[in-house]
């Protein structure tokens, strides 16, 4: 029989001698470790669940057996008044405790598994965990269940059920609560087993058993299962479940759904997801427009649509919906023609002639938003900072249009040229119907560096302070709060070439926000003449239903402003 020589336990150097280092025990190790003998620390660390607690009398041994880390300590603590010095550990030692318990341990080498994707290592670990009664807690588990989904092998998917069922018997002696985490990575599994009931029954399990709100990744795996075995009534089935929770389908789920439509002829259906589309998305990916143009290329399609109705009703509606569709179902009959098309400045589609709108937006929208904006600007910035800011917009606003003053520095160079600027705000008068000056926000950084340099610009800086024309944003703030600020809560133009797609944008959410971005954002290109400002578009870059009938779809671009968008152009043949 051959002798296994390889470690039980593959430990990093790093890890083995912060073992030896800190713990009592490092003699019994270093011989353990010369006689080539498989190294545990879960069993060498002599681990007895509960029971150790007994022990608790020096930092050390209680370090041993911190298994769940802190609660269990701090439990101890407070049933036994009579407590040795020793025990009164730092926050710090109850950490260092846990990380080199037998559950820390394990849980740093399964991290290790799930960065280099090693579902056979994590295993070997459980199973070897188990023999030796280590605890595990919801982080474990977690580690593993992901391990098992991401391994898309027969045994990381038997292995995954084998395991949550585990966690979920409770067999072990501490309970283990599932998380949201849990929950998506089990329904994952589910939906690679070709269960996508499983997985539907595990989102409602959290959210009615457990009230644990599911995120939109959780109901992927059971949506996408549904649709790839085209079981429409299902897929629509947790659809309407997400609406009811308040969890909205993004674009990826949208065309899914919209595919599922198409492949099994419910038109109702397809409609309702175009509508979502512009709605939502407004703008949609490559793949989309072109399973958009298979859809209305079809035969189906071409079968779809009421011959006579009501154009009074239909324009009402569409004064309703603030322009730019009507929700009336579909219009007009026979084959449609298909085009990609480009608009001209105005709007008009190159392809039909039809003229684009652009959809307005309520004045209390812009009001609630820019409250909302304030709240998330008060939080994220130093409060009294953007209070103050507030004020002086107040006294000194409104604003014909704000400029994004360190992003117009660099328009030419990658380094921020107080020239560029300075002729960008120039420019920018133009915007103002009297001439105005528009609103600069420059960092505090920007402005101290040029005032102890360029006596020229010193003097035009001072200039537009006094012409209430500059705001500098104090040291450690992010001077984007302040410029989309100003320019919302003054309703006018904002210059800047950022595209507006970080962080801070993305908490803004995609209700509102990008319709204000593309009715208000005037971007700068440079030309031979000088600076070329482009207005927003005199119409809306959004899905559009005509009163008609006919769709036009547009196509997101990259951040090249000046490449043309392409649009999808779907017109009746016969209207
Ligand atoms: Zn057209």
Redesign the pocket.
């Known amino acids: 029989m051959l002798l296994n020589l390889k470690p039980t336990f593959n430990l990093s150097p790093s890890l083995l001698k912060t073992l030896f280092i800190t713990k009592k025990t490092s003699s019994f190790l270093l011989n353990r470790s010369r006689s080539l003998k498989p190294i545990n620390p879960i069993t060498q660390f002599g681990f007895r669940p509960r029971k150790s607690s007994q022990h608790l009398c020096t930092a050390a041994a209680a370090a041993k057996s911190a298994d769940d880390g802190a609660i269990l300590i701090r439990k101890r603590r407070s049933h036994v008044t009579n407590q040795p010095q020793q025990l009164q550990m730092s926050g710090k030692a109850e950490k260092r405790a846990r990380r080199e318990s037998p559950s820390g341990i394990l849980l740093s080498l399964l991290c290790r598994c799930s960065k280099e994707s090693n579902t056979e290592e994590a295993l070997r670990l459980y199973d070897e965990a188990l023999l030796n009664n280590v605890p595990l807690n919801v982080e474990h588990y977690n580690k593993l269940l992901y391990l098992c989904s991401s391994s898309n092998t027969n045994l990381g998917l038997k292995r995954g059920f084998e395991i949550y069922k585990r966690m979920e018997s409770g067999n072990n002696d501490t309970e283990v609560v599932p998380n949201e985490a849990t929950f998506t990575t089990m329904a994952r599994l589910a939906a690679a087993r070709e269960d996508p009931e499983l997985a539907f029954d595990l989102v409602k399990k959290m959210k009615e058993g457990c009230g644990i709100s599911p995120r939109l990744r959780s109901y992927v795996p059971a949506l996408s299962g549904f649709c790839k075995k085209g079981m429409a009534d299902k897929a629509y089935e947790v659809d309407s479940y997400m609406i009811d929770n308040g969890v909205a389908a993004e674009e990826d789920e949208l065309a899914m759904l919209l595919q599922l439509s198409f492949d099994t002829k419910r038109e109702d259906k397809v409609y309702e997801m175009l509508q979502r589309l512009r709605a939502t998305v407004r703008q949609v990916s490559e793949d989309t427009a072109t399973l958009v143009e298979d859809w209305f290329k079809s035969d189906c399609a071409k079968g779809v649509g009421k011959v006579k109705w009501d154009v009074g009703k239909v324009k009402e509606a569409v004064v309703k919906g603030g322009g730019g569709w009507h929700g009336q179902g579909w219009l007009g009959n026979g084959r449609w023609k298909v085009?990609r098309?480009e608009m001209d400045e105005k709007g008009v589609?190159?392809?039909?002639?039809?003229k684009l709108v652009s959809v307005d937006i309520d004045p209390s929208e812009t009001e609630n938003f820019a409250s909302s904006l304030s709240t998330l600007a008060c939080q994220r910035e130093t409060r009294a900072d953007f209070l103050l800011f507030q004020e002086w917009v107040q006294k000194h606003g409104p604003f014909d249009a704000v400029v994004d003053g360190a992003n117009l520095g660099h328009i030419k160079k990658n380094y921020f040229d107080f020239n560029e600027l300075k002729s960008a705000v120039n420019s920018a008068r133009k915007l103002s119907p009297s001439n105005k000056l528009p609103l600069v926000i420059l960092h505090s950084c920007r402005v101290k560096g040029r005032e102890n340099g360029n006596s020229r610009n010193k003097t035009t800086l001072q200039h537009w302070k006094e012409s209430g024309a500059l705001y500098v944003t104090p040291h450690g703030s992010n001077d984007d709060w302040y410029w989309l600020y100003a320019a919302i809560s003054s309703k006018c133009l904002v210059v800047t070439n950022d595209e507006m797609r970080d962080h801070l944008f993305a908490l803004l959410g995609t209700s509102f926000f990008p319709r204000w971005k593309e009715k208000h954002q005037v971007r700068v290109s440079v030309s031979r003449e000088g600076l070329k400002f482009h207005m927003p578009p005199p119409y809306s870059i959004v899905i559009q239903e005509s009163e008609q009938g006919?769709w036009?779809v547009p196509t997101v671009t990259g951040d090249d402003f000046e490449t043309r968008r392409q649009?999808v152009?779907a017109?009746r043949t016969n209207s």
């Open positions: 085009m098309t589609c190159q392809c039909c002639g039809e006919s036009h649009w152009c017109t």
